[in-house]
């Protein structure tokens, strides 16, 4: 043997070795099977029996051509724990033995790809997440079924083993499986699953629990029935729990302590969801199987169950499909729009975006805190347990938010202006959830920003937002079945992202290859004129604003539209309103910013000073004729100072630190 041929040979065993004494690897797969491929499954094995997987995640690639290497499905392994003899079943309900998580059937993809098992969370990998290889990376397995080399992805993992190779299960409907020697080798043979490889074990007897439905609403009785594959040589007792965030043992009645007894395969138990008069909004229980007899393992554990609150709220003006006016209030303070009066062209669009850019007020927040800012700004005035879907034009619970690959019946964030047309993507500390109070100062120029301007992003069926893809408006037209009550929506918001951001620009047609602009300019024209500005739409941008403290304009004053790109283009601006007459001697706020303590001078009258929130709420009144000092024990961030006297009324802004 050559000195290169030991070396190779030595770092073989090496990484052999290092596989074998991993804690969790890819044991068994079993990716096509006979007929309509509802016998699949991945097998996990764990070198600690009754292994707890909080952390895991396992996370299938395609590795064909149109795949790119690119994450399809991520499971989140949370709660989840190996049995008695480190074995952890993944696959449909038709496999057997029953496995420990289900999916649907035909779901694992034949090949040539890879599923690999990182220490991560299930959110790091939505659909189309390139495979990569960091420390996170527990292990991989790359397959197919008589498939050519995915040479892309042996590349990708290389990195974690150099000697990596694709394993072939054989040929297409085969009776194969792959599975893993003790030494971290493959071999291909009879499907062997919940059972070691190797023949060794100690013989298990799984408990499977049966229940009717997924959705239940308050006031429902729910039949659950546990079952063992066999029957009980001795009495076995049985405890479970539902509570999951909110939900806890207040909102159920019902035994969870139960017994199969001796000669028995099953017993039953029936649990009451109270039916109380709190809106708490839609929750989800887990029924989670407390540990048994290690003889004993516990199928298809950790089962969600929602519980439909019957306590939602219905507010006082309509959907998007059913429009009320009038019945909503702007939240704008009278002199928001003051320095654009009298502007045109040019002049007045950058007047417009010293406003709604302002880098000493306006705030950006997390791409991630956008979930929480749709949950409120998008709820459905129908059921506020539920978002409005932009293009479906339909409701859709809260909880049931996109956290991984699979988006069906689904929703998630749907970018008016798509980010690949725009240049703006995820930036550091974007998947965190900061809440309103801490935020990035922005400017016209943080162009990246765009990617959580939540005037420009809406709620959106899963399935939906991937249809629409990138398209251009006027390319994409919504659903079939749509009555359009969205065009006007999402074109104001696409409106107020072309003033907002430098390098953003509306143009006819459709510009395909050219970064920052965005079209069809006439077809968002149209859709602006003929979608009016609705109670729910000035619901949604006083919302807005209390998160990001800036409006879009086109809601507040929609015929601004024509003025900038439509008709009334060079024509001068009017403010539709006149804002009340100023004080007649200048009014001065200092120091600004301030810790709380300031001076109000100018004032020559008996005058009225209250101090508003962004969201009009009074903080704070005054009254005096003459300068004042103010000491108030005011939260960090925006207030407007209010004026009031004989004169006029006057609204000045102080930020506080």
């Not at 499971?75 to 309900?93: E, H, P, Q």
């Not at 019957?310 to 003051?338: C, E, L, M």
């Amino acid at each position: 043997m050559s000195y290169y041929q030991s070396i190779k040979f030595f770092v073989f065993v090496l990484i052999s070795q290092m596989g074998f004494s991993q804690t969790l690897v890819i044991n068994e797969l079993d990716c096509d099977t006979p007929g309509i491929d509802n016998m699949e499954f991945v097998e996990l094995k764990s070198s600690l029996p009754n292994f707890a997987l909080d952390g895991y995640v396992l996370v299938f690639f395609n590795g064909s051509a149109n795949g790119g290497n690119t994450s399809y499905l991520a499971l989140d392994l949370d709660g989840y724990t190996t049995d008695v003899n480190g074995i952890f079943l993944i696959g449909s309900n038709t496999v057997s033995p029953f496995p420990q998580y289900i999916i649907p059937e035909n779901t694992i993809q034949n090949g040539a790809d890879a599923v690999a098992i990182y220490r991560a969370d299930v959110e790091n990998f939505p659909e189309g997440i390139v495979a990569y290889v960091d420390n996170t990376l527990v292990d991989v397995l790359l397959y197919g079924t008589n498939d050519a080399d995915a040479l892309a992805m042996i590349e990708i993992f290389k990195a974690f083993n150099p000697l990596i190779q694709q394993i072939n299960e054989g040929n297409a409907n085969n009776t194969n499986s792959i599975q893993r020697n003790n030494d971290g080798s493959y071999f291909t043979g009879v499907p062997t699953p919940r059972k070691p490889n190797d023949g060794s074990g100690i013989s298990i007897i799984g408990i499977r629990t049966i229940i009717e439905k997924a959705n239940y609403t308050e006031g429902e009785s729910i039949q659950l029935t546990f079952t063992t594959e066999q029957a009980v040589s001795e009495n076995l007792n049985i405890s479970f729990t539902l509570s999951n965030g909110t939900f806890n043992t207040g909102d159920f009645n019902g035994n969870t302590q139960l017994v199969i007894v001796q000669g028995s395969t099953s017993v039953s138990t029936t649990i009451i969801v109270v039916d109380d008069i709190v809106d708490e909004g839609d929750e989800e229980m887990i029924l989670r199987l407390l540990p048994l007899p290690s003889q004993f393992l516990a199928l298809n554990n950790n089962i969600r169950i929602r519980v439909i609150d019957n306590d939602f709220k219905v507010a006082g003006f309509g959907t998007p499909i059913n429009p009320t006016h009038g019945k909503i209030k702007s939240n704008q303070r009278p002199d928001y729009y003051q320095s654009i009066n009298g502007k045109s062209g040019h002049e007045l669009k950058t007047a417009l975006q010293a406003i709604i850019a302002d880098p000493n007020i306006v705030r950006a927040q997390t791409y991630n805190d956008v979930i929480d800012i749709l949950k409120e700004a998008d709820q459905n005035p129908e059921n506020s347990n539920q978002v409005w879907l932009v293009y479906l034009e339909k409701g859709r619970a809260k909880l049931d938010f996109q956290l991984n690959s699979d988006n069906f019946n689904t929703w998630n964030r749907e970018h008016t202006w798509p980010r690949s047309r725009g240049g703006f993507n995820s930036i550091e500390a974007d998947e965190t959830f900061n809440g309103k109070d801490i935020f990035w100062i922005t400017s016209p120029d943080s162009i990246r920003h765009a990617n959580s301007d939540a005037h420009a992003i809406r709620a959106v069926d899963g399935p939906e937002n991937s249809s629409r893809g990138n398209q251009f408006y006027g390319q994409y037209q919504g659903p079939a079945n749509s009555k359009g009550g969205f065009k006007g929506d999402v074109a104001r918001g696409v409106f107020y992202l072309a003033v907002r951001y430098n390098g953003l620009d509306l143009v006819s047609g459709y510009p395909e290859g050219m970064i920052g602009k965005f079209g069809d300019l006439d077809t968002l024209l149209a859709w602006h004129r003929r979608d009016k500005v609705d109670d729910y739409e000035i619901n949604r941008n006083n919302v807005v604003e209390t998160w990001q403290y800036n409006r879009n304009p086109f809601i507040d004053m929609p015929e601004l539209v024509e003025y900038i790109w439509g008709s009334k283009q060079g024509q001068t601006w009017q403010n539709p309103t006149s804002v009340a007459t100023h004080f007649s001697d200048p009014i001065m706020i200092y120091p600004n910013p301030s810790n709380g303590h300031f001076f109000i001078s100018g004032i020559k009258e008996n005058t009225k000073i209250e101090i508003l929130r962004p969201d009009g709420n009074v903080c704070g009144h005054y009254y005096t004729d003459e300068k004042i000092e103010i000491q108030n024990e005011l939260h960090p961030g925006l207030y407007f100072i209010k004026l009031t006297n004989q004169v006029g009324v006057t609204t000045l802004s102080i930020m506080i630190k």
